[in-house]
DNA sequence: TTAACATTTGCACAAATGTTCAAATGTTAT
DNA sequence: ATAACATTTGAACATTTGTGCAAATGTTAA
């Protein structure tokens, strides 16, 4: 007879010894959590949210739309730079552009966003 | 006489030569993310729920408190990698805790963090 | 065609980050 | 006192990340 363990780390996955109800919030939480591969995608635009320079390019964008060049003075930085972190943004969809000449006009493409930055801007002016 | 430009890469905040409007709407723009401290400060909370792992701590604390030794168990990790993120978390004030003898009962320290997610959620199932 | 401009892309590199391990701290029970 | 348990902490490590540079791409104008 073959026993099975579900463990990915083979530390085991400690449970404390005190109170015995402690298994049932355990598996209780767990299934809060389940949905891991929502959980990363979510996970994924906080990340992206998560560096200054990128935040205050979507906070510039959330305005209106701006070529990378002069997105590149707003948050004073080099085109290079900024254009790197429109990659990650696009990738995301967070922002859509739109091709004019030879220029790129980058826009917010996400309805979402303002209300997620007003939010935690309400938390940090509370604390 | 001296002049002074206030350009700190000194590789200048370039505005692109087409369109004459382009210094008004970059002035307009500089203006809306002017105060970086805030900024920096609204991006931390973002990063800190830009790791997964984070995330699913913060995501098992919102539905109750759970202690450290739990909480790994719970996104099945080691209880040293959770008490550093915990660390993080407190710094921030995101969670607070609870002592109980040798336990330690953490939960969520923020009313707006569900919020948050909640809307962030809605945008991943959307795209 | 060439020149100028706007943007993208790949590489290299330093800085930041998350995890692991082992040791330290603190608490409870024996 | 010692032993057991829960948590924290610091150091080391590999990985990730953001930026600068230079070259490439693409577009417009001369």
């Known amino acids: 007879m073959l026993l099975y363990f579900s463990m990915s780390k083979i530390k085991s996955a400690p449970v404390c010894k005190i109170e015995i109800v402690d298994e049932g919030k355990v598996k ?8 891991s591969d929502e959980i990363i ?10 560096d200054p320079n990128r ?3 979507v906070l510039a964008l959330l305005h209106r739309e701006l070529c990378v060049c002069d997105l590149a003075a707003v948050i004073d930085s080099t085109v290079s730079a900024v ?11 967070l922002v859509k552009y739109r091709k004019d000449g030879k220029m790129v006009y980058y826009s917010i493409d996400d309805e979402h966003i303002a209300q997620i930055i007003n939010i935690t801007k309400v938390h940090v002016k509370e604390s």
Chains 1, 2 share one sequence.
């Open 28 to 35: 209780k939480a767990r299934k809060l959590i389940s949905n």
């Open 55 to 57: 935040l205050k390019i």
């Open 83 to 93: 254009s790197h972190q429109l990659r990650l943004l696009r990738n995301a969809r």
């Open 41 to 50: 995608d979510i996970a994924e635009i906080f990340k992206l949210l998560g």
